[in-house]
């Protein structure tokens, strides 16, 4: 089992980058596949990225292809979400995940989440 902690979310203008991290404890984590996704206000919690275990796979919503790159350290036990270029669109609670299979299954373990806003 794993326990996911985000940081590095914050206010930025519209442009901007910012790189949000996830620690996960837990001895396994490179059994596991790790995604983020995002809660706007008013609306739904959407898939933004994943990355498989060992990080040679990645599969990306269309509104952040080209500008989101997701990675992971497994020596680190860490996973990484590059936003460039960043829209107000992109204003949301981001929350790191994760779960044992690529395809189909839903993410067990999530975090608490950490805030983006993005000004125009």
């Known amino acids: 089992q794993v326990q996911p902690v985000e940081s590095g979310g914050g206010l930025v203008q519209a442009g901007a980058s910012l790189r949000l991290s996830c620690a996960a404890s837990?001895?396994?984590?490179?059994?596991?596949?790790m995604g983020w996704f995002r809660q706007a206000p008013g609306k739904e919690r959407e898939f933004v990225a994943q990355?498989?275990?060992?990080?040679?796979?990645?599969h990306y919503t269309d509104s952040v292809k080209g500008r989101f790159t997701i990675s992971r350290d497994n020596a680190k036990n860490a996973v990484y979400l590059q936003m460039n270029s960043l829209k107000p669109e992109d204003t949301a609670v981001y929350y790191c995940?994760?779960?044992?299979?690529?395809?189909?299954?839903?993410?067990?373990?999530w975090g608490q989440g950490t805030q983006v806003t993005v000004s125009s």
């Open positions: 995940a994760a779960k044992r299979t690529w395809d189909g299954t839903k993410y067990n373990y």
């Open positions: 837990g001895r396994t984590f490179s059994n596991y596949v």
């Open positions: 990355i498989s275990r060992g990080g040679g796979a990645t």
